[in-house]
């Protein structure tokens, strides 16, 4: 059974930082893309970043680019998100899913994901 953990999660002040972090167990962590999502209240579920099985290929959405970074271990079966400049709008509980579809690019859509973390709430107050 696979598992994902996050941590790290918390409450800071705008432009602060924050790293996010998930580990994964029960499965083949080197073959899966790892991405992670965030939703807010009342909002659906949305894209922040994902990377590759490789770390070749990262993505980002457009309104955390220059701010937060993605990267994994695959040695110790993590993914990790550092968050700088946080924004009052980046409150949401964020969660880490991974995909064990091979991809020539990997995917945004959160109903493609197979794996999913319990989620932990980052709040950014102004």
């Known amino acids: 059974q696979v598992q994902l953990v996050e941590s790290g999660g918390g409450l800071v002040q705008a432009g602060g930082s924050l790293r996010l972090s998930c580990s994964v167990s029960g499965g083949t962590f080197s073959t899966y893309a790892m991405a992670w999502f965030r939703q807010a209240p009342g909002k659906e579920r949305e894209f922040v970043s994902v990377?590759?099985?490789?770390?070749?290929?990262?993505l980002y959405a457009d309104s955390v680019k220059g701010r937060f970074t993605i990267s994994r271990d695959n040695a110790k079966g993590t993914v990790s998100l550092q968050m700088n400049s946080l924004k009052p709008e980046d409150t949401a509980v964020y969660y880490c899913?991974?995909?064990?579809?091979?991809?020539?690019?990997?995917?945004?859509?959160?109903?493609?994901?197979?794996?999913w973390g319990q989620g932990t709430q980052v709040s950014v107050s102004s």
């Open positions: 990377i590759s099985r490789n770390t070749y290929r990262i």
């Open positions: 899913a991974a995909d064990r579809t091979v991809r020539n690019w990997p995917t945004q859509t959160p109903g493609l994901y197979d794996y």
